[in-house]
Nanobody, 130 residues
């Protein structure tokens, strides 16, 4: 099964930027959906952004226009470029992958429902101070 390792988290002031990376143990670009999720203390895990094997993306409303998901097929790496960060973006960020359930029946974009995703990394912490 694919293994995922996140990096790039850290502490930043509000309005700043960070880029998260997720290295996959095998080629995923043409067979897997890849996604970013986050979980703040006391809250449920929520979908942030996802990209399917065709390059179609989906974003949570809370990050649209501020975050960009992308992938480098040659490096088997997924990225999340985060800009205009807000304190409410503070969370543990997780990379996820899935081959089957990420594209649900009738949907045109990959789902941001965490229950549909099968493989997970260990997470990287992002802290945004005001």
């Amino acid at each position: 099964q694919v293994q995922l390792v996140e990096s790039g988290g850290g502490s930043v002031q509000a309005g700043g930027s960070l880029r998260l990376s997720c290295a996959a143990s095998e080629a995923t670009s043409h067979t897997y959906c890849m996604g970013w999720f986050r979980q703040a203390p006391g809250k449920e895990r929520e979908g942030v952004a996802a990209i399917d094997k065709y390059g179609t993306t989906s974003y949570a409303d809370s990050v649209k226009g501020r975050f960009t998901i992308s992938k480098d097929s040659a490096k088997n790496t997924l990225y999340l470029q985060m800009s205009s960060l807000k304190p409410e973006d503070t969370a543990m960020y997780y990379c996820a992958a899935d081959r089957l359930r990420c594209l649900q029946t009738g949907a045109t974009t990959p789902t941001l429902s965490s229950e549909a995703w099968n493989y997970w990394g260990q997470g990287t912490q992002v802290t945004v101070s005001s």
